[in-house]
């Protein structure tokens, strides 16, 4: 076998998330932007213990893997992507990604991070299609899905409301054989 590039890139790493990273994590789920960006629920601050029981959850689960996003120089993490919602009968998941401040943001960090998700979900788990769904208004997470060739497939309309207007979300998928497509291509 050649040396395995998986969960590891030229800017950034995937790692387990560990107790040590809950309150750096916490900290980003104080900020409103960022919750309002991320998650449909009220954009409620979240405390270390509902988070920690939360990322236990998905360690005992057996649909989903969560990592933490690491810069190649940094023991903390400045973000997590997560594959949740696996149905192994048919070989497909949800995807989803948080970089948690915004001086990261707009740096290829999660570009790259997704990158990793994906080699893993398609080389690693061997699934078919990645799915994800993200809101009108989050212009950069748009940017990234559809830079990494994901297909918008559907749209709900005017699902969300947000500061007394209404928004869609829009439901995007990438298959297996799309993906294959774009690293020939690179
Ligand atoms: C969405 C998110 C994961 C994107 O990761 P990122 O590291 O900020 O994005 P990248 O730097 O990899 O940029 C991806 C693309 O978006 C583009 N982009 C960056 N900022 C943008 C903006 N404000 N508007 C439109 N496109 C933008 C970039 O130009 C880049 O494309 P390019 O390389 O062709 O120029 C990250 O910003 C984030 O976690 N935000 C908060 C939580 C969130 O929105 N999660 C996603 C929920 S669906």
Do not use: C
Not at 75 to 91: A, C, F, M, Q, S
């Amino acid at each position: 076998m050649t040396p395995s590039t998986l969960l590891r890139g030229s800017r950034v790493r995937l790692t387990a998330l560990t107790q040590d990273d809950l309150p750096t994590v916490a900290e980003w789920h104080q900020n409103a932007e960022f919750l309002q960006l991320f998650d449909a629920l009220p954009a409620y601050p979240k405390t270390e213990t509902s988070l920690a029981q939360r990322f236990d959850d998905t360690d005992k689960a057996t649909d989903a893997f969560l990592f933490a996003i690491h810069p190649l120089d940094s023991d903390t993490p400045i973000g997590y992507v997560e594959l949740d919602g696996i149905l192994w009968t048919h070989r497909v998941s949800g995807v989803s990604i948080a970089i948690g401040e915004a001086k990261h943001w707009g740096k290829g960090y999660g570009y790259e991070a997704m990158q990793l998700m994906l080699q893993f979900a398609f080389e690693e788990l061997n699934l078919h299609r990645v799915q994800l769904t993200v809101f009108s208004y989050n212009q950069r997470a748009i940017a990234l899905y559809e830079k990494l060739g994901f297909q918008r497939e559907g749209v709900y309309r005017e699902h969300l409301q947000r500061d007394r207007k209404r928004y869609d979300m829009y439901l995007y998928g990438l298959l297996r054989s799309e993906w294959e497509k774009g690293l020939k291509s690179q």
